[in-house]
Structures are given as C-alpha cells and as structure tokens.
C-alpha cells in the first residue's frame, strides 16, 4: 500500500482556517485524518480533549518534548505551546490515509522540510489585518490582550506567506472553502 500524504494548513489566528477545515471534514469528500495536536492552553468553551487538541499541563508537555513524542513543537505564543505528536501522524501514513494538520506557520514549514513532496502547505490569508481583528473580536474566545498578540503575530505570520505551496484569501468563506477543497483534490490525486 502506498504512503498517505499531508495536507498542512496555517494561517494567523481568526483567518478562518478552523472554520475551513471543520467545513471540508463534515463535508466528507475526502477521507481525511485530522492530527489531534497536544497543547497546554485551556480549553476553549465547546472544546473537547482528544478532538481538538490532547490538553496537557506544562509539566507533561515538557516531558513529551524530552521523550521525543513531536514532531514538531512550538511556543506560538508567549508560555502556549503546541506539538505534533508522532503518534498521530506517522503511523497513519504508514497505512496509507492521508492527515490533515492544523498547526502555525514555522510548524508547517518544519514539516514541508522534514515531508517534502509528501506534504502540501496551504495558507489562509485574511482579507485585511483590520477584519482579522474583527472577526478574533466576533469569535469572543479571547480577551483584548489576548487579541492583540494574535494580531501582533500576523504580520510575521504573513511575512512567510511566499514559502507556502498555496495560498487562499479567505474573504468569501464558500469559494475559500471551494479553493482549499480543489487544492487538497489537485493534491491527493496527483
Ligand atoms: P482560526 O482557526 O483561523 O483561528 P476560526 O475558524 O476560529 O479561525 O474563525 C475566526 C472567526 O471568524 C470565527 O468566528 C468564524 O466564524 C469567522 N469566520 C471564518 N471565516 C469567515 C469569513 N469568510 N467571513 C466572516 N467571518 C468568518
Ligand atoms: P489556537 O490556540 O487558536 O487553537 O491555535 C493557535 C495557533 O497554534 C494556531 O496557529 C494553530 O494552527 C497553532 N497550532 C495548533 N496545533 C499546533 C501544533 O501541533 N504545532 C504548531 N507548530 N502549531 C500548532
């Protein structure tokens, strides 16, 4: 059986990306994995351990650094970190069924080094550093000063935009969705 591919998505935070990849796996076109990162955030209302990330303390995220359980990790924001773990992806592909990760823009290009041609990197965009904003502000998961590190960050984020295999402005959410779908079929078929 041949190997599963990796379709890595990023995108700074409250782009939209979530909100595309939960549309395309309800979906069901595609048969996809979705990578459970671990992080040591605090689960947001409606979150689920094990669903959308392995909640761990900081103490056991430390140790699954030192026991070499990531693939990659990073502090995206100052004391939050995230990781791949091994375990969900690896054996995985080895069975053949392609994974979907959701992790910031350094983790992708990590991956893209460590995958190449294996995995495709795709970034949202937002329309505009203001409706990003806006719509962190909409979301309400965050409190200002949290928001504003997010903001912060998306110009750095941006910035490395160019070294991604696709990008996707999402300002209409239905033709973002549309692009991503196309990018991952054009992907997993080639
Ligand atoms: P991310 O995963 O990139 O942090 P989310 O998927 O949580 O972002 O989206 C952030 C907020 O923006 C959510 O409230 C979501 O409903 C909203 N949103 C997503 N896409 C659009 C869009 N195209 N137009 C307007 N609002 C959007
Ligand atoms: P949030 O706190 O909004 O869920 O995620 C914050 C950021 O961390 C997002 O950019 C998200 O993609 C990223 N992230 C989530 N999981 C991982 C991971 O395993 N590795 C890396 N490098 N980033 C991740």
Same mark, same amino acid.
């Given at each position: 059986?041949?190997?599963?591919?990796?379709?890595?998505?990023?995108?700074p935070?409250g782009s939209?990306?979530?909100?595309?990849?939960?549309?395309?796996?309800?979906?069901?076109?595609?048969?996809?994995?979705?990578?459970?990162?671990?992080?040591?955030?605090?689960?947001?209302?409606? @979150? *689920?351990?094990?669903?959308? =990330?392995?909640?761990?303390?900081?103490?056991?995220?430390?140790?699954?650094? +030192?026991? /070499?359980?990531?693939?990659?990790?990073? @502090? *995206?924001?100052?004391?939050? =970190?995230?990781?791949?773990?091994?375990?969900?992806?690896?054996?995985?592909? +080895?069975? /053949?069924?392609?994974?979907?990760?959701?992790?910031?823009?350094?983790?992708?290009?990590?991956?893209?080094?460590?995958?190449?041609?294996?995995?495709?990197?795709?970034?949202?965009e937002p329309p505009s550093i203001d409706e990003l904003r806006r719509r962190l502000?909409?979301?309400?998961?965050?409190?200002?000063?949290?928001?504003?590190?997010r903001v912060g960050r998306a110009e750095?984020e941006l910035?490395?935009?160019?070294?991604?295999?696709?990008?996707?402005?999402?300002?209409?959410?239905?033709?973002?969705?549309?692009?991503?779908?196309?990018?991952?079929?054009?992907?997993?078929?080639?």
């Amino acid at each position: 059986m041949s190997q599963g591919k990796l379709i890595v998505i990023s995108a700074p935070s409250g782009s939209g990306k979530s909100t595309i990849i939960n549309t395309i796996l309800d979906a069901g076109t595609f048969d996809l994995q979705f990578s459970v990162s671990a992080t040591n955030r605090n689960p947001r209302p409606g @979150e *689920v351990n094990g669903v959308h =990330y392995h909640f761990m303390q900081t103490e056991d995220f430390r140790e699954a650094v +030192e026991n /070499g359980e990531f693939i990659e990790w990073e @502090e *995206v924001y100052p004391g939050r =970190y995230y990781g791949t773990l091994r375990s969900e992806v690896d054996r995985q592909l +080895e069975e /053949g069924k392609d994974v979907i990760l959701d992790i910031d823009v350094k983790g992708a290009l990590n991956v893209k080094q460590m995958y190449g041609d294996k995995a495709c990197t795709i970034f949202i965009e937002p329309p505009s550093i203001d409706e990003l904003r806006r719509r962190l502000e909409g979301r309400g998961t965050d409190d200002a000063e949290r928001i504003n590190v997010r903001v912060g960050r998306a110009e750095y984020e941006l910035s490395l935009a160019p070294q991604f295999d696709v990008r996707i402005v999402n300002d209409d959410l239905d033709k973002a969705v549309g692009m991503t779908s196309d990018a991952i079929a054009a992907f997993i078929n080639a």
